[in-house]
Nanobody, 126 residues
Framework: QVQLVESGGGSVQAGGSLRLSCAASGRLFSSLAMGWFRQAPGKERTLVTTINRNGDRTSYADSVKGRFTISRDNAKNTMYLQMNSLKPEDTAIYYC???????????????????WGQGTQVTVSA
């Protein structure tokens, strides 16, 4: 079984930055393709960004392109989300997710991911 633990959430003012981390255990980290989702109150969980197993392919939602950067360090079993130029509409619970089966592509729906973290709150004030 894979365990994913997010950290790094918090409260910032608009224009600020945060870096989220997702630490994985229970399986060879480089066997996992991964992504970040977010869920705002009363809304569905939506895809933010994805990354392939060795970190050289990524995808981003249009709403975060140019502001967010996903990365991973397979030696440290950790994935990151650098969030810059944060906006109030980025406020949400952010979840890391992973899957081991199948080839990588930008899987957009939560059902396509096998493993989930517990989430970390990001709040951006105007």
């Amino acid at each position: 079984q894979v365990q994913l633990v997010e950290s790094g959430g918090g409260s910032v003012q608009a224009g600020g930055s945060l870096r989220l981390s997702c630490a994985a255990s229970g399986r060879l980290f480089s066997s996992l393709a991964m992504g970040w989702f977010r869920q705002a109150p009363g809304k569905e969980r939506t895809l933010v960004t994805t990354i392939n197993r060795n970190g050289d392919r990524t995808s981003y939602a249009d709403s975060v392109k140019g502001r967010f950067t996903i990365s991973r360090d397979n030696a440290k079993n950790t994935m990151y989300l650098q969030m810059n130029s944060l906006k109030p509409e980025d406020t949400a619970i952010y979840y890391c997710a992973a899957y081991a089966r199948g080839y990588y592509y930008a899987r957009r729906t939560p059902d396509e991911y096998e493993y989930w973290g517990q989430g970390t709150q990001v709040t951006v004030s105007a």
